[in-house]
């Protein structure tokens, strides 16, 4: 077996059999400890305990706006993501959990039926396959079927992420994105310990490090990412501290969307977005990442890119651009040579 198959293996025993609830995992880097919206809150109170119980993450990768869309889920384990994205997608839209673990699935499917008359849907708009991110064709997913794609903390497990990160892009319709959460590091995790069972199962030794995730993105040709949130991952196990404990983990939520028009770095249009406040979840303002919080009716300058990421994907009757590309003014005055997760000091609007 090669140490590939073998990592699928451990996985599997780890999340199909050593791992039978929350409660059952030896850190707190699958357990999400970022605060949900309300919106998102108030659907998981309609979710089955028996779901909740068994739910592993380490953020809130549903993003807003998804009504009629189609979502898949990459790694959605027994579906509570994936449910509330249901519900979220409404009637018009449909949902696809993924996952490589038979006892997860077994669970995912035997809720649909509860979720669906909670949620008041007369024909279900969820299903659940069995399947590998590395190779999305096998489910049937055709190219550009997929409006977005999440994921919750899944992709770290996977052996080669070059390979999901090119079968998400192929999947995703032009302008469609990329809103997922996962443990990242800042080095690279030794390779010896890339074949310890519990600390890949528990989302550590396969954690990606930020510099790899960006050259990764940039071969399959997305050039700017964003990210939404961020947190410091600690260890809180003496026993997987003293073996890992020399590297810093961060759990993040990141956003990419399959636009051929993005840059490699910030430039300026003399571009500003007024954001408009018709996103129901999303009334008062609507963040984008870190560094553009929108507020509704407030118009704030941007870069071509994130013009780009506003006015080409789902957002863009929600938002008024001023201005195109017909003139370029230089590069926009923000600090993208910054690695992933790193913060600027300047008052600047951009990333």
Request: with cysteine.
């Amino acid at each position: 077996m090669t140490d590939a198959a073998q990592r699928v293996e451990n996985v599997k025993q780890y999340y199909g059999k050593t791992v039978q609830a929350t409660k059952d995992l030896k850190t707190n880097a699958c357990c999400t400890t970022e605060s949900l919206p309300a919106y998102i809150r108030q659907i998981l109170k309609n979710i089955d305990q028996e779901i909740l119980t068994k739910f592993y993450g380490c953020g809130s990768p549903i993003p807003p706006a998804l009504e009629g869309c189609v979502v898949l889920d990459i790694g959605c384990g027994t579906g509570r993501d994936a449910y509330a994205v249901s519900k979220l997608v409404g009637p018009d839209g449909r949902v696809i959990g993924m996952d490589m673990t038979d006892e997860q699935l077994e669970f995912a499917n035997r809720h649909i039926d509860s979720q669906m008359k909670k949620f008041g849907f007369i024909a279900h708009n969820i299903e659940f396959k069995k399947g590998y991110a590395e190779d999305l064709s096998h489910l049937g997913i055709e190219d550009g079927s997929i409006d977005v794609v999440i994921s919750n903390c899944v992709i770290n497990l996977c052996s080669d992420k070059r390979k999901v990160f090119s079968e998400i892009f192929r999947v995703l319709k032009p302008g469609g994105e990329l809103y997922f959460s996962d443990v990242f590091t800042k080095q690279r995790v030794p390779e010896y310990l890339h074949s310890d069972p519990v600390l890949v199962g528990e989302c550590l030794a396969g954690a990606m490090y930020v510099e790899d995730f960006r050259r990764i993105l940039r071969e399959i040709k997305c050039f700017d990412h964003r990210v939404v949130s961020q947190k410091a991952v600690t260890i809180d196990n003496p026993e997987i501290e003293t073996k890992i404990g020399m590297i810093e983990f961060e759990s993040m939520t990141v956003r990419a969307f399959k636009l051929d028009i993005l840059e490699d770095c910030c430039e300026d249009y003399g571009q500003s977005a007024v954001y408009l406040g018709t996103i129901p979840e999303c009334p008062h303002r609507f963040i984008l990442d870190e560094y553009h919080i929108f507020i509704t009716g407030k118009p704030m300058l941007i870069c071509g890119n994130t013009a780009s990421m506003l006015e080409e994907t789902r957002f863009g009757r929600h938002f008024k651009i001023t201005g195109d590309r017909s003139r370029h003014f230089g590069k926009f005055p923000c600090s993208t040579e910054l690695a992933l997760g790193e913060k600027q000091n300047s008052n600047s609007s951009c990333c």
